[in-house]
C-alpha cells in the first residue's frame, strides 16, 4: 500500500517526494507575523474592504513589539522635553567682561618757564585750599543709594569697592615708588579676571598705545629720579553713580592728587609739589559685587608739571625744582607717538 504522504499518482518526475527541502524556506510564525506585507484572510477577501488588492500592507509600528514601542515613545518625549526646555529657558548672563580693554590718556601738563619750590619742605601743602583731605579720606565714597536695579547695600559696596581701587593705585607707597611687588598684587587683586592679562602686559611693557601704559592704571613714579617727601598726599574729588545696564553699575570718579617730590638720593632737597588728576569710569556687575572686584573701562591722566613730548606709560616724569626748561616737540620726530597730548599747567 502507497505512503499516506505521497500524492495518488505518485511522486512527480524530477521531484524527490520528501518535504526536507523545502524546510529552509519555511517561515516560523514569528517572521509571518513581522512580514510588512499579509495576505488577508478569506473573510476579508469576500468582505471587499480591501478592493481588489489580495493583501494589506502593515504600517512602520506593526513590526515592533509593545515594550520597543513603548521605548520609542519614551525616547521621542524626553528628546522633544530638552528641545523645548532648551529653547524656552533664559541664558545666564556672562559673568566675563565682553571684551572691552581699558582705554588710557595721557596729558602732560606743561608749566611756565621756571619750576619753583614750595617755600617751606616742613609743611608743603600750605598753599592748597583747605578742600583738599589727607591721604584716603579724600577718595571716600559718597552717601550710596539704591538705583532702579540695585539695592543701597549693592551700590554701597560697588563704591568701598572702587574706593580700595583709587586708594591702592595712588595712594600706596609701594605703588608710587615701584618698591614692590606687593602694591601691585593687591590692586591686581581688585580686577575683573577679563583685564588681568592687560594690567599684566601693561606693567611688565608699557606702551602708548592707549591701551597699556601702566600709568592707566595706577600712579608711579621712577625711583631712580625722584622719591616722596613725605608720606601725605592731598586729594580732592567727586564720585557718581549710574547704570550701564540693568545689570551692570557703573561708576565715574575724577579726584586730584598732590604729590611732595624731591630729587632722588637727595634727603634734603628742595620740595616740588607734582599735580596729577585722575578720571575713571568703572563697570560693576553682579559677579563683580560679589568678588569685590572692578572692570576699569576709561582711565585720563592728567600730571604737571611735565615736559611735553615725555613719555608717561611706564612712569610719571615730574619737573623738579632746578629742573631745565621743557624741551619743544619735533612734529617731525616719529619715534615719539603722534597722540601724546600736552597743556598748560596753571601756577
Not at 611688565?204 to 613714579?221: I, K
Request: aromatic share 6%; with cysteine; glycine share 10%.
Amino acid at each position: 500500500m502507497g505512503d499516506p504522504r505521497e500524492p495518488p499518482e505518485g511522486t512527480p518526475d524530477g521531484g524527490s517526494g520528501n518535504e526536507d527541502e523545502y524546510r529552509s524556506v519555511v517561515f516560523d510564525e514569528s517572521f509571518v507575523r513581522a512580514a510588512r506585507i499579509q495576505e488577508l484572510s478569506a473573510r476579508e477577501r469576500l468582505g471587499g474592504g480591501y478592493g481588489r488588492s489580495a493583501v494589506r500592507r502593515r504600517g512602520m509600528f506593526g513590526s515592533l513589539s509593545r515594550q520597543a514601542l513603548a521605548l520609542l515613545l519614551v525616547i521621542l518625549l524626553a528628546f522633544a522635553a530638552a528641545v523645548y526646555f532648551g529653547l524656552s529657558t533664559p541664558q545666564p548672563r556672562s559673568t566675563q567682561p565682553t571684551g572691552n580693554r581699558l582705554t588710557v590718556s595721557l596729558v602732560a601738563l606743561v608749566p611756565g618757564p621756571a619750576v619753583t619750590p614750595v617755600a617751606d619742605p616742613a609743611a608743603p601743602f600750605a598753599g592748597l585750599p583747605d578742600s583738599y583731605r589727607d591721604g584716603a579720606a579724600g577718595v571716600a565714597a559718597p552717601d550710596a543709594s539704591a538705583t532702579a536695579h540695585f539695592t543701597r547695600s549693592e551700590v554701597s559696596r560697588a563704591l568701598a569697592t572702587v574706593q580700595k581701587y583709587l586708594t591702592a593705585s595712588a595712594l600706596d607707597p609701594a605703588v608710587l615708588t615701584g618698591s614692590g611687588a606687593g602694591g601691585t598684587e593687591t590692586l591686581r587683586r581688585l580686577l575683573t579676571p577679563g583685564e588681568l592679562d592687560q594690567f599684566d602686559q601693561s606693567l611688565a611693557t608699557p606702551s602708548d598705545d592707549q591701551h597699556h601704559a601702566a600709568t592707566g592704571w595706577l600712579v608711579r613714579f621712577d625711583p631712580a629720579v625722584v622719591a616722596l617727601a613725605g608720606d601725605t598726599v592731598k586729594v580732592v574729588g567727586a564720585t557718581s553713580v549710574d547704570e550701564a545696564d540693568a545689570g551692570t553699575l557703573e561708576i565715574g570718579t575724577d579726584h586730584t592728587f598732590v604729590y611732595a617730590l624731591r630729587p632722588a638720593g637727595q634727603p634734603a632737597g628742595p620740595v616740588t609739589l607734582h599735580t596729577v588728576r585722575r578720571a575713571f569710569r568703572f563697570e560693576l556687575d553682579r559677579a563683580d559685587l560679589a568678588a569685590a572686584r572692578v572692570r576699569v573701562v576709561d582711565s585720563v591722566l592728567q600730571a604737571g608739571p611735565t615736559a611735553c613730548g615725555s613719555r608717561l606709560a611706564a612712569h610719571l616724569q615730574p619737573l623738579l625744582s632746578g629742573s631745565a626748561p621743557p624741551p619743544v616737540t619735533d612734529p617731525a620726530d616719529h619715534a615719539r607717538p603722534a597722540w601724546t597730548l600736552c597743556a598748560a599747567l596753571k601756577q
